[in-house]
């Protein structure tokens, strides 16, 4: 694996940066005097932050309060934003480290810093955006975590190959079969390591591999093809259900 080597600017208010990393990259562990934001634009990144796994997909990112070691690594290619808020903008934000929901405002912000190459903005024009890109990462929605992972032995190995290849379509029963349980045991283990039931743990899985193929500009019905629905309409109707939006309005949406 390729090690990163990530400089922060501090932020005043805010700083951010937007990198495209290869698969493989690991984040050394590290804890800063400021807040922040990161979030994937593409890919998923995985995080340790104190003893607990959190997965990063698009549209929803992990706010992490200053001080807070953390190291992370990427699977597959990813194209990456972090927003460094300074501690003195931290009071409104969760003092735990909390999943939020990224907003199209706060991702367009993001993308026009990006875009002109601002680090850290200098114009009082730019320091109104960056108190409103603060602001929307205050509103967000907030969760203990999107995609939980779990290091109980029963569940693990099953979240890796659902990671792998978030299409399988092989059924609680054959994987308690592979490993020797039962049904009934594989599914209280699931649900007592991830705070979710299984099938709501593989349509999330799915909700953010689907996310990712169509950031990379995969078409909607091999979208679904990959991920092992029998129809595309049965894949709009998950996508619908979970974003309340279609996978076209959200790629129309980022197209704009």
């Not at 400089?7 to 990198?19: I, K, N």
């Not at 698969?23 to 634009?41: C, I, K, M, S, V």
């Amino acid at each position: 694996m390729e090690q990163a080597v990530i400089e922060g600017v501090a932020p005043d208010p805010v700083s951010v940066r937007t990198a495209t990393y290869p698969a493989g990259t690991t984040f050394p562990r590290q804890g800063r005097p400021w807040g922040e934001l990161n979030y994937a634009l593409s890919g998923v990144c995985e995080f340790v932050i104190a003893g607990r796994a959190y997965l990063s997909p698009p549209s929803y990112g992990i706010w992490i309060p200053p001080g807070v070691e953390h190291q992370a690594w990427n699977r597959q290619a990813i194209h990456y934003a972090t927003v460094y808020v300074a501690p003195g903008l931290c009071g409104d934000l969760p003092a735990e480290l909390r999943t939020i929901a990224i907003d199209p405002l706060l991702k367009a912000i993001v993308a026009d810093f990006s875009g002109r190459g601002v680090a850290v903005p200098r114009s009082a024009a730019d320091h109104r955006l960056a108190h409103v890109l603060v602001d929307r990462i205050v509103a967000a929605p907030r969760f203990d975590s999107y995609l939980p992972a779990s290091d109980d032995p029963l569940v693990a190995p099953v979240i890796a190959a659902l990671q792998t290849d978030p299409g399988d379509r092989t059924s609680l029963d054959e994987w308690a079969r592979q490993a020797g349980v039962t049904d009934r045991t594989l599914s209280r283990r699931w649900a007592a390591s991830t705070g979710l039931g299984f099938h709501e743990w593989r349509q999330r899985a799915k909700l953010i591999a689907a996310l990712t193929l169509l950031d990379a500009g995969v078409k909607v019905q091999d979208v679904a093809d990959r991920l092992g629905y029998r129809s595309t309409s049965a894949f709009v109707a998950m996508f619908h259900k979970m974003t309340g939006h279609s996978p076209t309005r959200i790629l129309s949406a980022d197209e704009r």
